[in-house]
């Protein structure tokens, strides 16, 4: 009876500390809402501390690490969520934007390799990959994923858009 007794004190205590760790992650995104990356890091520091991070809070981290441009931190903590949850979407997208920002825009396009062959059959991530890449003005690999997406699926009306758009932008840096 006491061994079951301190089982569940135990247990709730466990819970109340989740409890507490989910409503600071919902308060470090709200600080972000605002542009309070600052603050949003120590609170999620806090909760790194108390019980480690998920795959969620990783994402988050590395989202605030970027805007407070330490991007070999951000991108350390974007590798921990795909290694957390690898077929987490969000994750390689941090990680592909926070590579971008440092120039190195190969190594992003190549970090959603896994992701993409993980995904076979779908063609998820390779939109995902062509429409940052369009918005980041990275025509040409832009250009060469929305046409692997068409090979795919060639009624992707999102593929032929994004492909108008990177036409119409190669056309208007020809001017």
């Known amino acids: ?3 079951s007794l301190k089982s569940s004190v135990i247990t709730l205590y466990a819970m109340k500390q989740v ?3 989910v409503d600071k992650t919902k308060q470090a995104i709200q600080l972000c809402q605002r ?3 600052e603050r949003a890091r120590k609170i999620l520091v806090e909760i790194e501390q108390v019980q480690g991070l998920n795959d969620e809070t990783c994402i988050i981290m590395g989202s605030v690490l970027g805007q407070l441009g330490q991007y070999e931190g951000a991108l350390g903590y974007f590798q921990r969520a795909i290694e957390l949850a690898p077929d987490k979407m969000q994750a390689y997208v941090g990680q592909a934007k926070t590579l971008i920002s440092l120039g190195r825009n190969m190594e992003a396009e190549a970090c959603f390799e896994p992701l993409i062959k993980r995904q076979s059959g779908s063609v998820g991530a390779t939109l995902q990959l062509a429409t940052m890449l369009l918005n980041h003005d990275l025509y040409e690999a832009a250009e060469r994923r929305f046409l ?3 090979q795919q699926d060639g009624d ?3 593929a032929l858009s994004g492909l108008g758009r990177v036409y119409q932008a190669l056309r208007k840096s020809e001017l």
Do not use: P, W
């Open 1 to 3: 009876m006491e061994n």
């Open 156 to 158: 992707s009306s999102t």
């Open 148 to 150: 692997q997406v068409l």
């Open 35 to 37: 542009g309070e990356f």
């Open 19 to 21: 409890i507490a760790d």
